[in-house]
């Protein structure tokens, strides 16, 4: 069997995904290929034109409509192990007439938010109703981490700091950033991740721009240089972590500022405790930097969920009343951004407990000056 967890931790997210689906009204909720059909049974990746979906009815048993082309996959997966029911198609067949055998007359159903239009179209005129997201049937279960998924979001953060202690040996002036991020890739590989999801290498003015990635440009001596990277471990768990980095003896300036960045990072790492809100955390970071006139420096969100994607519920940010509750995964990423200039960023994951949060990340915060030169 290739799922990361026993087949009995598959039947506990079904079961309640069947009673949140109850619960909110919902007749049945359809889950298209996409992470909350990795969530409840295991079956990755996600196919866009022939449907496969996870049919689960309010009462009753659930049935996996799958192309035959994909069924041994899906039958490695909890779909066997359990047992589900399965209704399988070739091309030239109607899988929507699959779907609608499996719900039976709805009134109300619900989608998951990665079932393509594509499908849900023909769907709604199938069923006769007004489809609804099943978001937030399926956001509640998959927000709050059991046992399982925070040992493998502990293994994923392991591995990527192990390649945080490895970045100083590969960050030089002279290189391109381009240079150190497949450096980064290899090493993120080697240390445990089955795939690389992202690697940003924001040098000098580059770092200014959250959302920069990797260019051909040469790093230089006294350069700020943002280090944010992810991967997913075997079970497909997540990493997320950024440090910053100097080259060779920062200006003062910069310095100062960073330092006060680690404290705002670590002001709403130490704000996090079940029942306090989302923006309450973000309120803490934020709070920190407007103190040292740094408030029109921060320019995102301070973060957001983590597990079998990198960005997921709940977001850390300005308007999110959430209270937190234990078992929550996050991170924490407060980044200040100086255009033309320079920026800086710290990230960490979370997990809430019952009286805090474990940080996942244990690399140090502080800007970590590296050689400019061997
Ligand atoms: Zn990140
Ligand atoms: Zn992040
Ligand atoms: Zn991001």
Known sequence: MSTPFPASVYAARLDRARALTAEAGLDAIIVGAGPDLTYLVGVEGDTIERLTALVIPAEGAPTMVVPRMELAKVR???VGSLGLAVSD????????????????????????????ALHVVPLTERLGA?????????????????AAEIAELRRAGDAIDAVHRRVPGLLRAGRTEREVAADIATAIIEEGHRTVEFVIVASGPNGADPHHEVSDRVIERGDIVVVDIGGAVPSGYNSDSTRTYAVGEPDPEAARRIAVLVRAQQAAVDAVRPGVTAEQVDAAARDVLAAEGLAEAFLHRTGHGIGVTTHEEPYIAPGNDLPLREGMAFSIEPGIYFPGS???????????????????????????VVAAAD
């Open 76 to 78: 490695d997966t909890a």
């Open 89 to 116: 198609w070739v091309d030239g067949e109607d899988p929507y007439a699959l779907v609608t055998a499996a719900t039976g007359s709805v009134s109300r159903f619900g989608v998951s938010d990665a079932l393509p």
């Open 130 to 146: 007004r489809p609804e997201l099943a978001t937030p049937v399926l956001r509640e279960s998959r927000m709050i981490k059991d």
């Open 342 to 368: 320079w920026g800086a960023r710290i990230e960490d994951i979370v997990v809430v407990t019952a009286d805090g949060c474990v940080n996942l990340d244990t690399t140090p915060h502080e800007l970590t």
